[in-house]
């Protein structure tokens, strides 16, 4: 039989462990109904900028190879890697004693040539005139022996074969002076003789000149303002056709190419406006524009190359093949609702301007549909399905429905800039930011 003091002790744990339970269902349901707390930002209207960002090169407007037309050794080489050349400027000597040969033979066969001409265009011509001449005297007096001759054949005082020898004098007389025409006739302007003679000195002539431009080939000059960017060539060298000796970046605007992320393509534009940041000089902000991009794109890179020209003359800083990060402004809003782009739900297969948002609204979470406009690296444009002074939430925590306490948080600036300080961190951050 149970003592009532046992008893009393028993019924006092009972009530202790029923109080227990009442406590600990009590603290559940209120843990079940409590709001989870949530950040969130308000909807405001504010300027909003996108911008690509990506790396280029400084470019020359040209760059000239200079390398050698002949085979020889370099007698001199004139310029130094940085050097300012000016048009016509002798860059490299190379050997010329063999050429400097052969030309002094091809004016001696043009002077030769020449002497010849005028020869016969004056003495020659004149002695084959006076040939001439004399030949017709000789058909003449032969003409008059064979009348002669015949009349005393006639008479009988001479022979038949007298008279024949006379008609043979005649015809030889008569083949001289044929000769003697037709040398008149070759030494004519435009007989044979003087056009043969015009042939020997043209052909001299072009032989001269080949002379002299292979001469002029040993010396390598400058087309016009440049400075030199590489030498790789020394005196004593045997240079070839094909090799480059000398690279020059002839003087002009300097250019910017860029290899951009095809993505980013339908995002420029020709004439848009660019921040450049040189990696080694990134306190020195210089400003470009988009003036080319090209029509086709590179398959293995997937990138297309993009032009710019800096608004000012180069500073002397930049320097052929330098790295350059680069912030384009492809479009720009003055004011417009925005919202972090934390705070955006897209669906797979959703277009690309529509996504969803959770809004607070009588202590609950709310989904709630909006179209966007643009987009930098941290906001977008609200085009529909958000007011001014709504608030959104940030992050996946929340869901639809959800009681939730609001923690506000400043919403993110609406632009994409590139830093300004720190020379390894400016190229840095804007090729992260492209999403590489």
């Known amino acids: 039989m149970v003592s009532p003091k046992l008893f009393s002790r028993l019924a006092s744990q009972r009530v202790w462990i029923t109080l227990l339970l009442l406590?600990?269902?009590?603290?559940?349901?209120?843990l079940g109904t409590r709001a989870a707390v949530v950040d969130g930002t308000t909807v405001q209207a504010k300027g909003l900028i996108r911008s690509v960002q990506f790396s280029g090169r400084v470019a020359t407007l040209a760059r000239v190879d200079i390398g050698s037309t002949l085979t020889a050794r370099v007698?001199?080489?004139?310029?130094r890697e940085g050097a300012q050349v000016r048009?016509?400027?002798?860059?490299?000597?190379?050997?010329s004693d063999e050429l400097h040969a052969a030309m002094g033979q091809a004016q001696a066969a043009q002077s030769q040539a020449r002497a010849r001409l005028q020869g016969l265009?004056?003495?020659?011509?004149?002695q084959t005139q006076a040939a001439l001449a004399q030949a017709q005297a000789n058909v003449q007096a032969?003409?008059?022996?064979?009348?002669?001759?015949?009349?005393?054949?006639?008479?009988?005082?001479?022979s038949p074969a007298r008279l024949d020898e006379a008609q043979r004098s005649l015809e030889v007389a008569q083949a001289q002076q044929d000769s003697a025409a037709a040398q008149v006739q070759a030494n004519a302007e435009s007989g044979t003789e003087v056009s043969q003679?015009?042939?020997?000195?043209d052909t001299a002539h072009a032989a001269l000149v080949a002379a002299q431009a292979r001469l002029g080939q040993t010396v390598l000059r400058a087309p016009d303002l440049a400075r030199v960017l590489v030498r790789t060539v020394e005196v004593g060298q045997i240079v070839q056709p094909g090799r480059v000796l000398l690279s020059l970046a002839l003087d002009g605007p300097a250019q910017i190419k860029a290899q951009v992320d095809e993505r980013f393509l339908s995002q420029l534009a020709v004439g848009q406006t660019a921040t450049v940041v040189a990696d080694a000089f990134a306190d020195q902000r210089l400003t470009a524009k988009v003036s080319y991009i090209a029509p086709a794109v590179d398959a293995q890179r997937g990138a297309v190359e993009v032009t710019l020209t800096l608004d000012k003359e180069a500073p002397g800083f930049l320097r052929e093949d330098m790295t350059l990060s680069i912030e384009v402004e492809t479009a720009r809003r003055e004011s417009a609702l925005t919202v972090p782009l934390a705070a955006l739900r897209t669906s797979p297969g959703a277009a690309e301007d529509a996504a969803n948002v959770l809004v607070v609204a009588d202590g609950r979470a709310q989904l709630r549909s909006v179209r966007l406009g643009v987009r930098s690296l941290q906001a977008a444009e609200v085009v529909s399905g958000l007011q001014a002074g709504d608030t959104v939430l940030l992050g996946g925590n929340a869901a639809a429905g959800q009681r939730v306490r609001l923690r506000e948080v400043a919403s993110p600036v609406a632009t994409s800039s590139a830093p300004k300080t720190?020379?390894?961190?400016?190229?840095?951050?804007?090729?992260?930011?492209?999403g590489r």
Do not use: I, K, P, Y
């Open 121 to 126: 265009r004056s003495t020659g011509r004149m």
């Open 422 to 434: 720190q020379a390894g961190a400016a190229g840095a951050a804007m090729t992260n930011a492209m």
């Open 75 to 79: 007698a001199q080489v004139l310029v």
């Open 197 to 201: 003679a015009q042939a020997q000195l």
């Open 142 to 158: 032969a003409r008059a022996d064979v009348a002669r001759t015949r009349q005393l054949v006639t008479q009988g005082f001479l």
């Open 23 to 30: 406590l600990g269902l009590c603290l559940l349901a209120w």
């Open 87 to 95: 048009a016509d400027d002798v860059l490299v000597r190379l050997e």
